[in-house]
C-alpha cells in the first residue's frame, strides 16, 4: 500500500509531546491524524484505515497497553509503536508480547522512530496484501 494511502494515528495525552511527534513525521511526509486518549481513538476506529498506531503508555483513563489489548480483542491488526517515559522491563516485555513493533522512551530519538514508523507501515502493507491474497472459502452441506 503506498505511504500516501497510509496513516500515522498518534494517540498521546502530552499536546506538546502529540504536536511535535505530527510535526516531525509531517516533515517527512507522513500523513498523520491524533487523538488525546485511547477512548476517542477506539469512538472513531474504522475498518478501512491503513497505517500504524504511536501509543504512549501513561494516559488517563484507559492507558496504552490497555487500548492495546482492546485492539487485539477486536481484531483490529494496525501495527503498534510503543512510547513511554515510564518504560520498565515488564511494561516492555508485556508490549511487545502483544504484538507491538517496537517500544521507544521519551524523548523518542527521530531516527529510531522513523525507523519504527517505516518497519511499521511495511508490516501493515504486508498485512493487507497477505489478507487479499485469502481466498474466500464457503462450504455447502
Known amino acids: 500500500m503506498p ?3 497510509q496513516t500515522i494515528f498518534i494517540v498521546e495525552d502530552d499536546a506538546a509531546v502529540r504536536d511535535s511527534l505530527a510535526l516531525l513525521l509531517g516533515l517527512k511526509g507522513y500523513r498523520t491524524q491524533s487523538f488525546t486518549c485511547a477512548e476517542d481513538f477506539l469512538r472513531v476506529y474504522h475498518d478501512a484505515w491503513a497505517g500504524c498506531v504511536l501509543l504512549d503508555v501513561q494516559m488517563p483513563g484507559m492507558n496504552g497497553l490497555e487500548l492495546q489489548a482492546r485492539l487485539r480483542e477486536k481484531g483490529i491488526a494496525l501495527p503498534i509503536i510503543v512510547i513511554t517515559a515510564h518504560g520498565d522491563v515488564p511494561t516492555v516485555r508485556t508490549a511487545l508480547k502483544s504484538g507491538a513493533v517496537d517500544f521507544l522512551e521519551k524523548p523518542v530519538d527521530p531516527d529510531a522512530l522513523l525507523a519504527a514508523v ?5 508490516a501493515d502493507t504486508a498485512q493487507r496484501r497477505a489478507a487479499r491474497r485469502k481466498p474466500n472459502v464457503s462450504w455447502t452441506c
Do not use: G, H, N
Open 118 to 122: 517505516r518497519t511499521a507501515l511495511d
Open 3 to 5: 505511504a500516501a494511502e
